[in-house]
């Protein structure tokens, strides 16, 4: 069982439709991410929450929006999202951002945008 | 730029045969190294992880992973393949490049043939 849980597990919206993902862990770890999955490619890091305050942001468009409520939770607001969007995305934390921290993934959110 | 390099896309093996990934890193310090293996519509799952010391690590599910600093390689191996290892796997390095990442290869993906 994975201790970090996403949902919805799965999410079809239209382009004009806003959403939200959300993402839950209870193991005291300071740092959240979000990545991006296409099929057949890595995952691709999109935003990095250290101690709930965002540290990294790799140019993701405006259409994302990340959220850190508190040390377990963390949300990505979608709005106007282009079927380019549609993917698995990945939510993470980790003890804290040092490099030799490993990453504990949630299991995912299928996202398909039509 | 420092980099990740899985050089097989996928690799088939019989069942209760020997394995091992390939995963060569560019980084110009010693490196944090990561193997993950993600299953079918599942998040990533660490299985190993080398920092410093004895440069064969051992991880979860009877996978081992040695490090050569003359090779630059980090490489998989498991002495003999279940059919539930099939599997995508991925090679990462954390590192700081001006922010805490994990930069994760372009993974292999394991098939396994009764």
């Known amino acids: 069982d994975t201790e970090v849980t996403q949902t919805p597990k799965h999410l079809v919206m239209g382009m004009t439709n806003k959403k939200s993902l959300k993402c839950e862990q209870h193991?005291?770890?300071?740092?959240m991410y979000w990545y991006k999955q296409k099929a057949k490619k890595p995952p691709e890091l999109m935003f990095v929450?250290?101690?709930?305050?965002?540290?990294i942001n790799e140019s993701v468009p405006s259409r994302f929006s990340p959220e850190c409520p508190n040390s377990s939770l963390l949300n990505l607001h979608l709005h106007a999202l282009q079927p380019e969007d549609s993917a698995l995305y990945l939510c993470?934390?980790?003890?804290?951002?040092?490099?030799?921290?490993?990453?504990?993934f949630g299991n995912g959110t299928r996202l398909t945008v039509t | 730029a420092q980099s990740v390099t899985q050089p097989d896309i996928h690799i088939t093996v019989s069942e209760g045969a020997s394995l091992e990934l390939r995963c060569n890193y560019s980084?110009?310090?010693?490196?944090?190294l990561f193997w993950y293996v993600q299953s079918p519509g599942q998040g990533l799952q660490l299985l190993l992880k080398y920092f410093s010391g004895d440069t064969l690590v051992q991880g979860i599910k009877g996978f081992e992973a040695e490090f050569k600093r003359s090779q630059s390689s980090f490489n998989l191996r498991k002495p003999s393949v279940h059919w539930s290892d099939a599997a995508e796997y991925f090679c990462a390095v954390g590192l700081n490049t001006g922010g805490f990442k994990t930069i994760f290869g372009a993974g292999t993906r394991l098939f396994v043939k009764a």
């Open positions: 193991m005291g770890h300071r740092a």
């Open positions: 929450y250290s101690y709930e305050k965002l540290s």
């Open positions: 993470a934390s980790s003890q804290d951002m040092r490099e030799n921290s490993p990453l504990h």
């Open positions: 980084y110009g310090a010693t490196p944090y």
